[in-house]
């Protein structure tokens, strides 16, 4: 039972430090879709930026609430237990930032949607339609670092944990 519960535990961890590797991405690459001046090179920046975005989101999100979920369900380890706010007010804390990052990362995917739909739009009909592009990947990056910055608020806490709220 503990060499499962240890498992679990390090897919957590894991997960998480997926989503703070995929925010580094983001940040590199968005960095470089302002810097750059050439529209196609900009547009493929802007394309790897929702890739890493979406793939550490998805990644960290399963990750976290698998993982999260089992421990909790697990005889062994610590008995955090299912949203016990009394006990450990920071793990609601936790927990509630996680459901609003949950809800966000459908938001931002949906955003990274329609951005794809610009991007595929441009090429089949051959228009220059870069300001509708840069608006929609500005929307949908707005969304991910509202996201990042949950992560990381959500990541303090649990290394914090106890010893903040309780």
């Known amino acids: 039972m503990f060499m499962s519960y240890s498992i679990f535990y390090w897919v957590h961890i894991v997960s998480y430090i997926a989503w703070l590797f995929a925010l580094a991405a983001s940040l590199?690459?968005?960095s470089k879709v302002r810097a750059e001046k050439n529209d196609r090179r900009k547009q493929l920046y802007m394309k790897w930026e929702r890739l890493a975005t979406d793939t550490g989101a998805h990644l960290g999100a399963i990750g976290i609430l698998i993982s999260g979920a089992a421990m909790a369900s697990l005889p062994v380890g610590p008995r955090w237990g299912w949203?016990?706010?009394?006990?450990?007010p920071w793990l609601a804390l936790k927990q509630g930032f996680f459901i609003l990052i949950l809800v966000l990362v459908v938001?931002?995917?949906?955003r990274s949607s329609a951005f794809r739909k610009a991007l595929?739009?441009?090429r089949e009909?051959?228009?220059?339609t870069n300001d509708t592009i840069r608006k929609r990947w500005s929307s949908a990056y707005r969304m991910s670092l509202l996201v990042y910055l949950l992560v990381v608020i959500n990541t303090f806490l649990g290394l914090v944990k106890p010893y903040l709220l309780g």
């Open 28 to 30: 590199f690459l968005a």
């Open 83 to 88: 949203f016990n706010v009394q006990l450990y």
């Open 107 to 110: 938001l931002s995917m949906r």
């Open 120 to 122: 595929k739009r441009e």
């Open 125 to 128: 009909e051959k228009e220059r």
